[in-house]
Every structure is written in C-alpha cells, then in structure tokens.
C-alpha cells in the first residue's frame, strides 16, 4: 500500500467522540460540558464527529453503530478524589458483566457495546475518559475539583485522536462553548 493509499485509509476512519451525561445533575455535566468545549476550541478532521450525546441509555447504539473507533466523555465513579483522571479501554469496560440498570437513563455502554458486538457493528477501539464526580445531584455547574480536571480530559481526548491518526486542530479563532444549560450562549 502506497503512503497516499494509507492516507486515505486513514481519513475513511470514522470516530465519535460522545458526552454523555445529564446537564441536571452537577458534576454529571462532564461530558456534554467537554463535548461543548472541544467544538469550540478544534476543527476535526473528516470523519470525526463530536456530539453532545445527552442520556440516552440503549438509545446510545445509533451514535455508535459502525464507527470504527469511540470516545467517550463521561463522570465516573471510581476509588480517588473527585477530579481524577480515569481512562478506560475497551477490554476494561468489557471485562465485567453490565450492572444492573436503575433507570432507562443509564448510559448502558456495556450493553450497547456488547449489542452491537453480536451484530459485528461495535467499534474495535473504544476509549472511556472521566473524571472522578465530587456532586451529582441537582444542580447547575460542575464542582471545583471536576472543573480542575476538565485540561487533563481535553489532553486524553487529543492524545487519543492523535493515537488513531486524527488529530484535532486548534481554531484559529475559538469560539464559547455553547453551555446553554447554564444560561451562557
């Protein structure tokens, strides 16, 4: 295969970067929040897309379906202080069986992912990126430990595109993000 034969393979890649989580509940806002940031801050390459995913729970299949690679954005609850990075890749999210569902909120990543597994449409590479909650519960606005840690999320995306062959560029005049939840434009 030529270089210019893998340059294009590359840009076929279709990757979706999705925020999930409830603007609603504090801390939760991780992901919608960082969806918003990255829009405004980055041009992405063909095939990238960056959508704030909302709470879709088994509803998230059709925002997956087919990509060859996801990114997901979202508050995690893990051992540590609010405010942690955590990362996890596919073999971890997979590794332990789907726990039980609370609401039809859940995200339900597991369950998606292994949905779509048995269809052969899960995407082969899936990295999820969080930060440790400090408050979710109903409230506007993430806390201080979780709004510390929104550089460390933005660098694991980037890196992680860049690792797939799609960096993101930087916009040659950023805009807002659009935080409508918070009554910012």
């Known amino acids: 295969m030529t270089d210019a034969q893998q340059g294009g393979a590359e840009s076929a890649k279709r990757v979706a970067v999705l925020g999930l989580g409830n603007v609603l509940q504090g801390d939760d806002a991780l992901g919608p ?14 095939g990238v897309s960056v959508l704030d995913a909302g709470t879709p729970g088994l509803d998230l299949i059709p925002y997956i379906a087919g990509v060859d690679a996801l990114v997901v954005i979202d508050a995690v609850r893990a051992a540590g202080s609010p405010g942690e990075l955590r990362a996890y890749r596919r073999a971890e999210l997979l590794e332990k069986p789907p726990p039980q569902r609370l609401s039809p909120h859940d ?40 709004y510390a840690g929104l550089p460390a999320v933005e660098s694991a995306v980037l890196a992680e595109l860049a690792r797939l062959g799609l960096p993101a560029r930087p916009k040659a005049s950023p805009g807002e993000p659009n935080l409508w939840w918070e009554g910012q434009p």
């Not at 995200?107 to 400090?134: D, F, H, K």
């Open 107 to 146: 995200p339900g990543l597991r369950e998606c992912l292994l949905a779509l597994e048995l269809i052969g449409q899960s995407p082969a590479e899936v990295l999820l990126v969080g930060l440790i909650t400090g408050r979710v519960e109903t409230a506007i606005g993430l806390s201080a430990p979780v």
């Open 33 to 46: 929040y960082m969806a918003e940031l990255l829009s405004a801050k980055y041009e992405f390459p063909e």
